[in-house]
Each structure stands twice: as structure tokens, then as C-alpha cells.
């Protein structure tokens, strides 16, 4: 990150920066909100329990360490934790011992699981589509989420003081 002579972090955004922060403040509110809604209603998971749920789907042999789980999601270890304990206790995921160091425990995801996922899919699918992709039309979709992606990555010399 490059220096700055500290006027510029103070100086007010611009209009069109104002407006556009502001815009994108709400939906990371309000999107999220939406999304979870829709995908309680269709199927009784929360966009965290689906986040894990698509990845073990997606992991070899539908199973992640669940350190690598906890930081895809960028989440902590005791948080991703529970989340997988609550989708064990309805049978949507098993935790089993890490066979290569017996100390780690991985996420698998059951075949009850993956039936869900198989539910929920389209049907978060037709809610990305109507809250989200809808509003997208006409702007190029690769610019945005490169820029995303770009604001969305941690910097971890930013967040030192």
C-alpha cells in the first residue's frame, strides 16, 4: 500500500464515490439478508450452512480439513465449527479424524447432504438471479468482479495500525 501525506484519507469522498459506497454498503446488508430469506424459505438453510454444504460438494471425496473450510470462508475455526455441528446434527455432514496427522478433523459432506444441496441450489440460484444478476444488466461482468475481488481480499498490512 502506498504512502499517503494524510490528507487524502480525510479529504470527503467525491459525489459519485459517496454515492457509490453507500450503494454498496446497503447491499452488503441487505443482499445478504435477501439471499438467506429466499434459501430458508426454499429449503431451511442459511447462506453459511449452503457456503459449506457447496464446498464439500465441490472438495475430492466431498470432504475438507476443516481449517481449509474455516478459511474459505474466511471464518474462524470455533465458527466454522459450529456451523458444521449444527448441519451434523441433521445428518447433512459427519466429522471424521484427519487420516494423515490424526489431530486435524475434516468435514464430510453425507449423501442426505448432497441431496439438499441438490434442492437448494436452484433455488438460490433463481434468487441470485432476481435480487442480484437482474441489476447487473448492461455492466460488464468481468470488470466488476475483478474490482470486487480486488476490495474483497484481505490486506493484512492495511489492517495493521
Given at each position: 500500500?502506498?504512502q499517503s501525506?494524510?490528507?487524502?484519507?480525510?479529504?470527503?469522498?467525491?459525489?459519485?464515490?459517496?454515492?457509490?459506497?453507500?450503494?454498496?454498503?446497503?447491499?452488503?446488508?441487505?443482499?445478504?439478508?435477501?439471499?438467506?430469506?429466499?434459501l430458508h424459505?426454499?429449503?431451511?438453510?442459511?447462506?453459511?450452512?449452503?457456503?459449506?454444504?457447496?464446498?464439500?460438494?465441490?472438495?475430492?471425496?466431498?470432504?475438507?480439513?476443516?481449517?481449509?473450510?474455516?478459511d474459505r470462508?474466511?471464518?474462524?475455526?470455533?465458527?466454522?465449527?459450529?456451523?458444521?455441528?449444527?448441519?451434523?446434527?441433521?445428518?447433512?455432514?459427519?466429522?471424521?479424524?484427519?487420516?494423515?496427522?490424526?489431530?486435524?478433523?475434516?468435514?464430510?459432506?453425507?449423501?442426505?447432504?448432497?441431496?439438499?444441496?441438490?434442492?437448494?441450489?436452484?433455488?438460490?440460484?433463481?434468487?441470485?438471479?432476481?435480487?442480484?444478476?437482474?441489476?447487473?444488466?448492461?455492466?460488464?461482468?468481468?470488470?466488476?468482479?475483478?474490482?470486487?475481488?480486488?476490495?474483497?481480499?484481505?490486506?493484512?498490512?492495511?489492517?495493521?495500525?
Amino acid at each position: 500500500m502506498g504512502q499517503s501525506n494524510g490528507t487524502e484519507a480525510v479529504r470527503p469522498l467525491r459525489g459519485e464515490e459517496e454515492r457509490a459506497w453507500r450503494a454498496l454498503a446497503r447491499a452488503l446488508v441487505v443482499v445478504p439478508r435477501v439471499l438467506e430469506a429466499d434459501l430458508h424459505a426454499a429449503c431451511g438453510v442459511t447462506m453459511t450452512e449452503y457456503f459449506v454444504l457447496v464446498n464439500l460438494s465441490e472438495a475430492p471425496e466431498r470432504r475438507l480439513r476443516m481449517s481449509e473450510l474455516a478459511d474459505r470462508g474466511a471464518m474462524s475455526l470455533s465458527a466454522i465449527s459450529r456451523v458444521v455441528d449444527a448441519l451434523a446434527r441433521r445428518g447433512l455432514v459427519e466429522r471424521a479424524r484427519c487420516p494423515s496427522d490424526g489431530r486435524g478433523f475434516l468435514a464430510v459432506l453425507t449423501d442426505a447432504g448432497l441431496t439438499l444441496l441438490e434442492v437448494a441450489y436452484p433455488a438460490h440460484l433463481r434468487s441470485v438471479r432476481a435480487h442480484v444478476m437482474r441489476h447487473l444488466q448492461g455492466l460488464d461482468l468481468e470488470q466488476f468482479a475483478q474490482a470486487v475481488g480486488r476490495f474483497a481480499r484481505f490486506d493484512e498490512d492495511a489492517a495493521r495500525p
